[in-house]
């Protein structure tokens, strides 16, 4: 069982940055490509960005890239979105996954909440205009 802890999240204003963190519990040692996704009252869950197990590889959806940056510390087993330049839009509950299971990521699988195997709680992200 892996369980993904988002932590971080919180109300800031148009233009401020946020960093998000999200430690998945689990096999000690253990490595993970992780995704985030993010969802608005009344809206589907949308892809965010993820990161393969080995680091090697990042993906962003196209309405963060540019403005967030997705690193991991395997040290301290810890993925941190980085979110910059933040907008009312980005207003969402923020979710971390991980796949576990599932086959390595790629930019186009990386974006379907389907293919990770476990979920965090979220944690709310707000921004005033």
């Known amino acids: 069982q892996v369980q993904p802890v988002e932590s971080g999240g919180g109300s800031v204003q148009a233009g401020g940055s946020l960093r998000l963190s999200c430690s998945p519990s689990?096999?000690?040692?253990?490595?993970?490509?992780m995704g985030w996704f993010r969802q608005a009252p009344g809206k589907e869950r949308e892809f965010v960005a993820a990161?393969?197990?080995?680091?090697?590889?990042?993906f962003y959806a196209d309405s963060v890239l540019g403005r967030f940056i997705l690193s991991r510390d395997d040290a301290k087993n810890t993925v941190y979105p980085q979110m910059d330049s933040l907008k009312p839009e980005d207003t969402a509950v923020y979710y971390c996954s991980a796949a576990v299971f599932s086959p390595p990521l790629t930019r186009e699988r990386a974006h379907w909440p389907r293919n990770y195997d476990y979920w965090g709680q979220g944690t709310q992200v707000t921004v005033s205009p």
């Open positions: 689990g096999r000690r040692g253990s490595k993970y490509s």
């Open positions: 990161v393969t197990w080995s680091g090697d590889n990042t």
